[in-house]
């Protein structure tokens, strides 16, 4: 089932539907999930998979697959030999900044490879948003840019606009940025 030709997107598809039937609710996030919203402008290197699950479940649900558990560099991850993409699974809960993220609240995509269950393209703006601002990196920005950009029709600007101002973090220059070059006024 998984190739060295399965796509970024074919793998979360399967690994995520995979999960979900055996009750492990895994919600995909971080640089993979800006790959999906940015029609692969961006290259994830791994798939994080948000979970509560524990090592032994994810293992007993991802071995059938092929994936096998190394734990390098961390102990949630797991290695297939027919991909480049490795899996990783930091733990829940979900979180924009201090705004959490319950998993009913994010995507659950159909695709012709089962069900993805993946943040929304809100969430992975915040997601980047929250990395640029707290660490003044210009990648996670460029992310949050390459996906509200893809993803224009799809981001709930009001949502963000509030997150924004709860979380603080209107007035630093990452997110001044973000806005300008979004074309967008400033949230208050």
């Given at each position: 089932m998984i190739t060295e030709t399965?796509?970024?997107t074919e793998l979360a598809a399967i690994v995520s539907d995979v999960l979900e039937r055996e009750g492990i609710v895994a919600t995909l996030s971080g640089g993979a999930a800006v790959s999906i919203y940015s029609d692969n402008r961006y290259v994830?290197?791994?798939l994080d998979f948000v979970t509560v699950a524990l090592v032994k479940e994810l293992r007993m649900a991802l071995e059938p697959l092929g994936f096998k558990h190394t734990g390098t560099p961390r102990l949630s991850v797991f290695e297939h030999p027919e991909t480049?993409?490795?899996?990783e699974f930091p733990p829940a809960p979900l979180s924009f900044g201090g705004t959490y993220v319950d998993p009913s609240?994010?995507?659950l995509v159909n695709t012709a490879l089962g069900?993805?269950?993946i943040i929304t393209p809100t969430q992975s703006v915040m997601d980047r948003l929250i990395a640029a601002a707290a660490w003044n990196e210009v990648?996670?920005?460029e992310q949050a840019l390459l996906v509200a950009e893809h993803q224009r029709d799809n981001i709930e600007w009001g949502e963000l606009d509030r997150w924004v101002t709860r979380e603080g973090i209107s007035g630093d220059k990452e997110i001044v940025m973000f806005y300008k070059k979004m074309g967008r006024p400033l949230p208050v």
């Amino acid at each position: 089932m998984i190739t060295e030709t399965t796509t970024l997107t074919e793998l979360a598809a399967i690994v995520s539907d995979v999960l979900e039937r055996e009750g492990i609710v895994a919600t995909l996030s971080g640089g993979a999930a800006v790959s999906i919203y940015s029609d692969n402008r961006y290259v994830s290197e791994d798939l994080d998979f948000v979970t509560v699950a524990l090592v032994k479940e994810l293992r007993m649900a991802l071995e059938p697959l092929g994936f096998k558990h190394t734990g390098t560099p961390r102990l949630s991850v797991f290695e297939h030999p027919e991909t480049r993409w490795y899996l990783e699974f930091p733990p829940a809960p979900l979180s924009f900044g201090g705004t959490y993220v319950d998993p009913s609240q994010c995507a659950l995509v159909n695709t012709a490879l089962g069900k993805l269950r993946i943040i929304t393209p809100t969430q992975s703006v915040m997601d980047r948003l929250i990395a640029a601002a707290a660490w003044n990196e210009v990648q996670s920005l460029e992310q949050a840019l390459l996906v509200a950009e893809h993803q224009r029709d799809n981001i709930e600007w009001g949502e963000l606009d509030r997150w924004v101002t709860r979380e603080g973090i209107s007035g630093d220059k990452e997110i001044v940025m973000f806005y300008k070059k979004m074309g967008r006024p400033l949230p208050v």
